[in-house]
């Protein structure tokens, strides 16, 4: 058999100190919130995703071992049918899961719901990058053993998954058997109470292919409708007294390594299992060769160890926090928060592949597995100032799909292309048009992704290769979508915005000033590149057309009231109840038909206040003020998008407490299950938005003319903030304090410098050393905005 280094494992507080903001625990009292944990715990790398599930597999709210972009087609069955309604919908389906390793002992099975769990603890270590679990368990016979286990997803192998797990006898021989599983088909509980649960399909894999050779398996299987493969293999190192044998077995949707016998105290059984994970569509790479690579892939990485595996792991997540991390001084809880947060954005993508980064990113079968407008507007423009590349890799993803979006736009009678509302595969899966199809602003967000990440970057061949072409093609979108009045004003009519408690509205802000960005954007990269634009079918009048209808976007305000409208005539519609909806009602759309939420004043979501987050040059500092409290009055935050986007704008209109409490919604979203959907996965964008909240609320950054600037301001609890941010290939560093706003390049070379802005002011930042202001006072914002009855958020930001 082969052996391990015969080094013990680290303890559970190896590798950051004493520092607990950078460890997420879990103990015994935490069973009851398995799903939760399962998702919290979940270990990713872009490609592949393994659930924190207990290494036995048993309890176990839902499992889960995924492939960004693997899964499985339905049918959408409709009461009626309706021209372009799409009639399939892709749903994540797991691979064949390497992380089970079940144990027996005296025959009865390791189970933390029986006997007597004496101590039990789950570390997610956010530097090292690693699950570790230790348990003390006594059997119901009365036998003791300790188990301590190291998960790892590699960051750095894109394949490459693996556990190292260890058994010990507490004070008496115990018979043992230890089952390393590769499993395909497990079952999964399908949730039927809230329509925003996952689809199941059951036994979604077909087996092709299955070897097992000594301490070594590979399965291989395919789905379907969907057309695609997947090899999933494994390979073992045994470390154990030669009183223990193992023993194999292989069947279609199984590969077992069994290691039985008696181990004595003193003595130790350790098993680490590599993985190694491969998709590809079923007419490309053939089974045998598929097999083939993932065994090469899990052998080199037996070869290479464990313990290199966890360097490298460490090595490559020390690279990243030097730009990713973000110091809050003043409170523990949320200094930790945002870290986890940051984690799982981190290991959500890659920077090779081309793959996007679905709305629960790898870490549950929430909304399908579907890739939303989340991605585009809330999580990349976080990795895009933190891990460009892997921002640049999602957006390519979007360009590799732009054949199914120009046929769904020519089904639908468009021009140019639409982008799906939901999708996996690049086709639309949303089978409710007037939040899916409707919802337009997809397209514009995107774009806007496209623009940041170019400004940020300066990547021309980026521009080059997808980047034009994705702005050229929604450009065309909402020039041919829209329509001139007679007033020559240029107007969209019948879409859906943000807000999804209102839908085919006409001129919905958000939706209007993006189509304004994303014209605009397309016409300035056409003219500074005509060569390719030609190449595209671009001449100058499509340009000016663009222009033109950009610079007559309609935006609709209500003079009476002095804000903006969310859309044409909503500050007319109806007032909500709030004061006979109780507590229990929300979330409304589970509660209300959406024929009363439609033609209500009722705001799911911040939409006019993402309005004047992503186009802030669009409204003057007394509109903001004024749209800030008329909207906060009538939303009520149903979905975990909205509290980040109200945190910013409550900070800069200078409702610094409100913006606090708004950041602590939205980090803590997942941590503390807020919404009681974490079980199905984590909620990415909020997570990417409580980073936004600190780093463009409180430190007050706006990108949307292409340059940086900066306007911060910090709340009471908040002693320090720090964070790091990519631009034009720099580091700036920004530190702030009460006092001081610092700038600098920790890593500039002599005469290198970028311009930034502090409160108007602008700053030349060189490697010459730090730039430093004073901040200003903040003016005097008046009273808290009023929220809806019970729905502000939790006060945290008096100390309590």
């Given at each position: 058999?082969h052996?391990?280094?015969a080094?013990d494992q680290?303890?559970?507080?190896?590798g950051?100190?004493?520092?607990?903001?950078w460890?997420?625990?879990?103990?015994a009292?935490?069973?009851?919130?398995?799903?939760?944990?399962?998702s919290?715990?979940?270990?990713?790398?872009?490609?592949?995703?393994w659930?924190g599930?207990?290494d036995?597999?048993?309890?176990?709210a839902m499992?889960?071992?995924y492939l960004?972009g693997?899964?499985e087609?339905?049918p959408?069955?409709?009461?009626?049918e309706?021209?372009?309604?799409?009639q399939?919908s892709d749903?994540v389906?797991?691979?064949?899961?390497?992380a089970l390793i079940?144990?027996w002992?005296?025959d009865?099975?390791?189970?933390?719901?029986?006997?007597?769990?004496?101590t039990h603890?789950?570390?997610?270590?956010?530097?090292?990058?690693?699950l570790r679990?230790?348990?003390e368990?006594?059997s119901?016979?009365?036998?003791?053993?300790?188990?301590?286990?190291?998960?790892?997803?590699?960051?750095p192998r894109?394949?490459?998954?693996?556990v190292r797990y260890e058994?010990e006898?507490?004070?008496?021989p115990?018979?043992?058997r230890?089952?390393?599983?590769?499993?395909?088909n497990?079952?999964?509980?399908e949730?039927?109470?809230?329509p925003?649960?996952?689809?199941?399909?059951?036994?979604?894999?077909t087996?092709?292919?299955?070897?097992?050779?000594?301490?070594?398996?590979?399965?291989?299987h395919?789905t379907?409708?969907?057309?695609?493969?997947?090899a999933?293999?494994?390979?073992?190192?045994?470390?154990?007294?030669d009183t223990?044998?193992t023993?194999?077995?292989?069947?279609?949707?199984?590969?077992?390594l069994?290691?039985?016998?008696?181990?004595?105290?003193?003595q130790r059984l350790?098993l680490?299992?590599?993985?190694?994970?491969?998709?590809?569509?079923?007419?490309g790479?053939?089974?045998d060769?598929l097999?083939?690579l993932?065994a090469a892939?899990?052998?080199?990485a037996r070869?290479?160890?464990?313990?290199?595996?966890?360097?490298?792991?460490?090595a490559?997540?020390?690279?990243?926090?030097?730009?990713?991390?973000v110091l809050?001084?003043?409170?523990?809880?949320?200094?930790?928060?945002i870290?986890?947060a940051?984690?799982?954005?981190?290991?959500?993508g890659?920077?090779?592949?081309?793959?996007?980064?679905?709305?629960?990113?790898?870490?549950g079968?929430?909304?399908d597995?579907?890739?939303?407008?989340?991605?585009?507007s809330?999580?990349l423009?976080v990795?895009?100032y933190?891990?460009?590349?892997v921002?640049?890799s999602?957006?390519r993803?979007?360009?590799a799909?732009?054949?199914?979006a120009?046929?769904?736009a020519?089904?639908?009678?468009?021009?140019g292309?639409?982008?799906?509302?939901?999708?996996?595969?690049?086709?639309?899966?949303?089978?409710?048009?007037?939040?899916g199809?409707?919802?337009?602003h997809?397209?514009?967000?995107?774009?806007d992704?496209v623009l940041?990440?170019?400004?940020?970057?300066?990547?021309?061949?980026?521009?080059?290769?997808?980047?034009?072409?994705?702005?050229?093609?929604t450009?065309?979108?909402w020039?041919g979508?829209?329509h001139?009045?007679?007033t020559?004003?240029?107007?969209?009519?019948?879409?859906?915005?943000?807000?999804e408690?209102a839908?085919?509205?006409?001129?919905?802000?958000f939706?209007n000033?993006?189509?304004?960005r994303n014209?605009?954007g397309?016409a300035?990269a056409?003219?500074r590149?005509?060569?390719?634009a030609?190449?595209?079918?671009?001449?100058p009048?499509?340009?000016a057309?663009?222009?033109?209808?950009?610079?007559a976007?309609?935006?609709?305000?209500d003079?009476?009231?002095?804000?903006?409208?969310q859309a044409?005539?909503?500050?007319?519609q109806?007032?909500?109840d709030?004061?006979?909806?109780?507590?229990?009602?929300?979330?409304?759309?589970?509660?209300?038909?959406?024929l009363?939420?439609y033609?209500?004043?009722?705001?799911k979501?911040?939409?006019?206040v993402?309005?004047m987050?992503?186009?802030?040059?669009?409204f003057t500092?007394?509109?903001?003020?004024r749209?800030?409290?008329?909207y906060?009055a009538r939303?009520?935050?149903?979905?975990?998008?909205?509290?980040?986007?109200?945190a910013v704008?409550a900070a800069?209109?200078?409702?610094l407490?409100?913006?606090?409490d708004?950041?602590?919604?939205?980090?803590?979203?997942?941590?503390?299950?807020?919404?009681?959907?974490t079980?199905d996965?984590l909620?990415l964008?909020?997570?990417a938005?409580s980073?936004l909240?600190?780093v463009?609320g409180?430190?007050?950054?706006r990108?949307?003319?292409?340059v940086l600037?900066?306007d911060p301001r910090?709340?009471?609890?908040v002693?320090r903030l720090a964070f790091?941010l990519?631009?034009?290939g720099?580091r700036?560093?920004?530190?702030?304090?009460h006092?001081?706003?610092r700038?600098?390049?920790?890593?500039?070379?002599?005469?290198?410098?970028?311009?930034?802005?502090h409160?108007?002011?602008?700053?030349?930042?060189t490697?010459?050393?730090?730039?430093?202001?004073?901040?200003?006072?903040v003016?005097d914002?008046?009273?808290e905005?009023k929220?809806?009855?019970?729905r502000?958020?939790a006060?945290?930001?008096?100390?309590?």
């Amino acid at each position: 058999m082969h052996t391990s280094p015969a080094s013990d494992q680290p303890p559970l507080a190896a590798g950051s100190g004493n520092d607990e903001t950078w460890r997420i625990r879990r103990t015994a009292a935490d069973l009851d919130r398995l799903g939760e944990t399962e998702s919290i715990f979940a270990l990713g790398n872009g490609w592949v995703g393994w659930r924190g599930v207990l290494d036995e597999g048993a309890p176990c709210a839902m499992p889960g071992s995924y492939l960004n972009g693997f899964h499985e087609r339905r049918p959408i069955s409709y009461p009626e049918e309706g021209y372009a309604f799409p009639q399939a919908s892709d749903t994540v389906v797991s691979a064949p899961n390497a992380a089970l390793i079940r144990l027996w002992v005296d025959d009865e099975p390791l189970d933390v719901r029986t006997g007597t769990l004496r101590t039990h603890e789950r570390v997610l270590d956010l530097r090292a990058g690693v699950l570790r679990r230790e348990t003390e368990w006594i059997s119901p016979a009365g036998r003791g053993v300790r188990i301590r286990s190291t998960r790892l997803v590699s960051l750095p192998r894109r394949p490459v998954a693996a556990v190292r797990y260890e058994v010990e006898p507490l004070d008496a021989p115990v018979e043992l058997r230890v089952c390393s599983d590769l499993l395909a088909n497990e079952r999964v509980p399908e949730r039927s109470d809230d329509p925003r649960a996952a689809s199941v399909i059951t036994d979604p894999l077909t087996a092709e292919a299955r070897r097992a050779t000594g301490l070594d398996g590979v399965l291989v299987h395919r789905t379907e409708r969907s057309g695609q493969r997947v090899a999933v293999a494994v390979s073992h190192l045994v470390d154990a007294p030669d009183t223990m044998a193992t023993s194999g077995d292989c069947t279609p949707d199984r590969v077992r390594l069994a290691v039985t016998g008696r181990l004595y105290p003193g003595q130790r059984l350790r098993l680490t299992k590599f993985a190694a994970y491969e998709c590809a569509p079923v007419d490309g790479t053939p089974a045998d060769e598929l097999a083939d690579l993932v065994a090469a892939e899990a052998d080199a990485a037996r070869a290479d160890g464990f313990d290199a595996l966890l360097a490298d792991q460490r090595a490559t997540l020390d690279s990243a926090w030097r730009t990713a991390d973000v110091l809050l001084d003043g409170d523990p809880e949320l200094q930790q928060a945002i870290r986890f947060a940051t984690f799982h954005l981190l290991q959500a993508g890659r920077p090779d592949g081309d793959r996007t980064i679905p709305a629960k990113g790898l870490t549950g079968n929430g909304y399908d597995g579907h890739v939303l407008w989340d991605t585009e507007s809330y999580v990349l423009p976080v990795l895009t100032y933190v891990a460009p590349t892997v921002a640049r890799s999602a957006l390519r993803w979007r360009h590799a799909h732009l054949p199914e979006a120009r046929d769904r736009a020519a089904e639908l009678r468009l021009a140019g292309a639409t982008f799906p509302w939901r999708t996996i595969g690049g086709r639309e899966c949303s089978g409710y048009w007037p939040a899916g199809t409707a919802a337009l602003h997809v397209n514009a967000d995107i774009a806007d992704a496209v623009l940041r990440y170019l400004a940020a970057t300066g990547d021309e061949r980026f521009l080059a290769d997808a980047g034009l072409e994705l702005l050229v093609e929604t450009a065309r979108l909402w020039h041919g979508f829209g329509h001139w009045s007679d007033t020559g004003t240029f107007h969209l009519h019948g879409v859906t915005g943000p807000d999804e408690y209102a839908a085919l509205v006409n001129d919905n802000v958000f939706t209007n000033l993006m189509a304004r960005r994303n014209l605009s954007g397309a016409a300035d990269a056409a003219e500074r590149h005509p060569d390719l634009a030609e190449r595209l079918g671009v001449d100058p009048a499509e340009v000016a057309g663009w222009r033109a209808a950009a610079d007559a976007v309609f935006v609709p305000y209500d003079r009476k009231r002095g804000v903006h409208q969310q859309a044409a005539g909503f500050t007319e519609q109806p007032e909500w109840d709030f004061a006979n909806t109780g507590e229990d009602d929300y979330p409304l759309l589970l509660h209300y038909p959406y024929l009363e939420l439609y033609r209500k004043q009722v705001v799911k979501q911040a939409d006019l206040v993402l309005a004047m987050l992503r186009c802030p040059g669009e409204f003057t500092a007394d509109e903001k003020a004024r749209n800030v409290a008329y909207y906060e009055a009538r939303t009520v935050r149903d979905s975990s998008l909205s509290a980040s986007a109200q945190a910013v704008l409550a900070a800069e209109v200078g409702h610094l407490d409100l913006a606090y409490d708004l950041f602590a919604e939205s980090v803590l979203q997942d941590l503390q299950d807020l919404g009681d959907k974490t079980a199905d996965g984590l909620h990415l964008a909020s997570l990417a938005g409580s980073w936004l909240a600190l780093v463009q609320g409180f430190g007050g950054l706006r990108d949307d003319r292409g340059v940086l600037s900066f306007d911060p301001r910090l709340p009471r609890r908040v002693d320090r903030l720090a964070f790091s941010l990519r631009w034009r290939g720099h580091r700036l560093r920004v530190t702030l304090t009460h006092d001081e706003a610092r700038y600098e390049l920790p890593d500039a070379e002599a005469d290198d410098g970028i311009e930034v802005w502090h409160h108007g002011e602008p700053l030349r930042v060189t490697a010459a050393g730090p730039v430093l202001r004073p901040m200003p006072p903040v003016p005097d914002a008046g009273p808290e905005p009023k929220s809806p009855p019970g729905r502000r958020p939790a006060r945290r930001s008096a100390g309590d």
